[in-house]
């Protein structure tokens, strides 16, 4: 495995760019009506204005009508919609304007983790859901009866398996929504939690192609998976450390962004850490793989990717703005999004490098 720096002017390879109704009720399924009647848009992101220059979009997605939603840390939520970016924030109902993850259900509602706990757009607004715990169910433990949760829980991951469950990762532990109510998961009596797990401060959740669950837990747990019945570690935090993000790719491989060991790799057997052999190892946010099965990654020296032979890094030398790239979105016609500190945003349609922030 080499690893080249390209010396390619930035017209041609900026491909560039890891590290959050009542709670009982599944509100109406929203026909999104983008909201320029009631919200203003504008054609790019505004430019930071705060103090803290770090402030940037991190988290996002594109929810099934096409249009993509950005989060940011400290600046709220933005939607585009191909035309305008909206901004939703503390006015529009969000509980906080760190936004660390979001999520659209099965039935068109989205979601959005912050700092602070869960939200949920209606149509218009956003509205703070309180994690309430059901009680009426005889396969949980004694203690589910409890039904207290933090007021302020960050909501760091979120997922929605293939049985339509959704899986909150947060700061006091991993809770599951379906059927209009709200469970811990490891209150579940069925579930057979061999390493005593406690799965809290959850970063990433993954439901890898088998069906299994994979946790990225960042404060000392390392990586676990649950296989429908049985919860165990398979990559010790004193190998991986803080995992902010999980993929799995294309031949079933599954990537690791880590916050100090470098990318990590895992193949169904074995684990390998810092699979680069980045110097720095440190740093890392986000990985994503794109349409040509490319995995992008942040690194210290610049934006990074893996195309199955070679590492390649693009740094400022190489004609590139910033080295402070981060992979956000891959979206259904194949564009990479990235993001850079100040609220930077810049899209790359494998011809066309464009700035979509001022």
């Known amino acids: 495995m080499t690893k080249k720096f390209l010396k390619t002017p930035i017209y041609s390879l900026l491909l560039v760019l890891t590290f959050l109704t009542s709670c009982n009720g599944q509100v109406k399924p929203v026909t999104q009506k983008d909201n320029e009647n009631t919200l203003s848009g504008q054609a790019k992101i505004p430019k930071s204005t705060a103090t803290n220059n770090n402030v940037r979009l991190g988290y996002s997605i594109e929810d099934a009508e096409g249009n993509l939603w950005f989060g ?13 970016f909206i901004h939703f924030g503390l006015e529009q109902g969000l509980n ?4 660390y993850s979001i999520l659209q259900d099965k039935t068109g509602n989205i979601w959005v983790g912050t700092n602070k706990g869960l939200n949920r757009f209606d149509g218009n607004k956003f509205k703070s859901i309180p994690i309430v715990l059901s009680n009426h169910s005889s396969s949980y433990l004694s ?36 059927a209009k109510e709200f469970t811990r998961f490891l209150d579940k009596k069925t579930v057979t939690n061999k390493d005593s797990l406690k799965l809290k401060g959850i970063f990433s959740i993954l439901e890898a192609k088998n069906g299994n669950i994979w946790f990225a837990e960042c404060a000392g747990e390392g990586v676990s998976r649950f296989d429908g ?7 010790p935090y004193k190998e991986i ?24 790799k895992y193949d169904g057997k074995t684990f390998t850490q810092n699979i680069f052999k980045d110097q720095h190892q440190n740093g890392l946010y986000n990985i994503l793989e794109d349409t040509n099965e490319k995995i992008w990654f942040d690194t210290q020296d610049g934006l990074g990717f893996y195309d199955g032979k070679t590492l390649n890094i693009l740094t400022e030398k190489d004609g590139t703005i910033t080295k402070d790239f981060i992979p956000i979105l891959l979206d259904k016609s194949g564009n990479l999004w990235f993001s850079s500190n100040g609220m930077k945003l810049f899209k ?9 922030s001022e």
């Open 96 to 99: 906080s304007d760190i936004i």
């Open 143 to 178: 203690n589910s009866n409890n039904n207290t949760t933090p007021s302020e829980n960050a909501v760091w991951s979120m997922l929605q398996d293939k049985n339509g469950t959704i899986w909150i990762g947060t700061d006091d532990g991993v809770y599951c929504y379906k």
């Open 241 to 264: 450390g803080r995992t902010d993000r999980i993929i799995e790719d294309k031949q079933s491989n599954l990537w690791f962004a880590t916050a100090f060991k470098g990318v990590g």
């Open 229 to 235: 019945k049985s919860l165990s570690i398979i990559i």
């Open 72 to 84: 940011s840390y400290g600046k709220g939520l933005y939607k585009y919609n191909g035309k305008l």
């Open 348 to 356: 790359y349609d494998g011809n066309t490098f464009t700035k979509f």
